[in-house]
C-alpha cells in the first residue's frame, strides 16, 4: 500500500499559517495527493487534492515538489476549529489508506 | 450541502449477534464505502460498492461482513456475529466518481460497542 511520512503533532498560534508537511517518496506518475482531516468525534472530512501543480481552494493550499515527493498542506489563518488529526494520502482512487496523520493544535 | 446520513450513532450489541449498520450517502453519488477506526488507531478501509458489486475489499472484510443497497438511497453494513474485536467507529463515505478524482465524503460514523 502507499506510504507516506508526516509529523506526530504540530502546534499552531490562533490566525497564523501553518504549513503541515509529508513526504511520499513512493509516489508513482498518476498518483494524487490528498489531504484529508478528522475533527474530534467526527468523521474524516476532503481537505483538497492535487496532482502536479499547486492548488488552492477556500479551505487550504497544496504545494507539490517538483518531483512529487513531498508535499505541504498550507492552512493561511489557523482557527481554533482546525484543530485536528490532518492526513496525507496518495493513490490512484479507491480506497483512501490512512496513516496516523499529523495531529493540529491551535492555542488561542 | 449535502451530507452523509448515518444511523445509529451508537449501537450495543452482544457478543454473536448480528447488526445492520446503515448510511444514506449523497444522492447523486455512485461510489460508496465502508471503513473503520478501533478507539486510538488508524481508519481502516473495508469495502467499496459500485454498480452493486463489491470493487475492493480488505482483508478485515471476511465473510461475516456483507454490504448492501437494497433500495435508492440506503447502503448497509451487516455484520452476522460479533465479535468483542468488531467494536469501533464504523464510517460511510461515498463518492461522484473514481476519475478524475472526486473527493469521499464520509459521515460522522457510528459507534460500535459490543458486550
Known amino acids: 500500500d502507499a506510504k507516506t511520512t508526516q509529523p506526530n503533532s504540530m502546534e499552531s498560534n490562533e490566525e497564523e499559517p501553518v504549513h503541515l508537511p509529508c513526504n511520499h517518496s513512493?509516489?508513482?506518475?498518476?498518483?494524487?495527493i490528498h489531504w484529508y482531516r478528522q475533527l474530534p468525534s467526527q468523521g474524516p472530512e476532503y481537505v483538497i487534492h492535487?496532482?502536479?501543480s499547486n492548488v488552492n481552494n477556500r479551505m487550504a493550499s497544496l504545494a507539490i515538489a517538483e518531483d512529487r515527493k513531498s508535499s505541504t498542506l498550507i492552512l493561511h489563518r489557523a482557527t481554533l476549529r482546525d484543530a485536528a488529526v490532518y492526513y496525507c494520502?496518495?493513490?490512484?482512487?479507491?480506497?483512501?489508506?490512512f496513516g496516523q496523520g499529523t495531529e493540529l493544535s491551535v492555542k488561542p | 450541502e449535502p451530507e452523509v446520513t448515518q444511523t445509529p450513532s451508537h449501537q450495543v450489541t452482544q457478543m454473536g449477534q448480528e447488526v445492520i449498520l446503515r448510511c444514506v450517502p449523497i444522492?447523486?453519488?455512485?461510489?460508496f464505502y465502508w471503513y473503520r477506526q478501533i478507539l486510538g488507531q488508524k481508519v481502516e478501509f473495508l469495502v467499496s460498492?459500485?454498480?452493486?458489486?463489491?470493487?475492493?475489499k480488505s482483508e478485515i472484510f471476511d465473510d461475516q461482513f456483507s454490504v448492501e443497497r437494497p433500495d435508492g438511497s440506503n447502503f448497509t453494513l451487516k455484520i452476522r456475529s460479533t465479535k468483542l474485536e468488531d467494536s469501533a467507529m464504523y464510517f460511510c463515505?461515498?463518492?461522484?466518481?473514481?476519475?478524475?478524482?472526486?473527493?469521499?465524503?464520509f459521515g460522522d460514523g457510528t459507534r460500535l460497542s459490543i458486550l
Open positions: 444522492s447523486n453519488h455512485l461510489y
Open positions: 460498492f459500485y454498480n452493486n458489486e463489491i470493487s475492493e
Open positions: 492535487g496532482l502536479t
Open positions: 494520502i496518495h493513490n490512484q482512487g479507491g480506497k483512501l489508506i
Open positions: 513512493t509516489i508513482s506518475g498518476t498518483d494524487y
Open positions: 463515505a461515498s463518492s461522484e466518481a473514481l476519475w478524475p478524482y472526486q473527493p469521499q465524503h
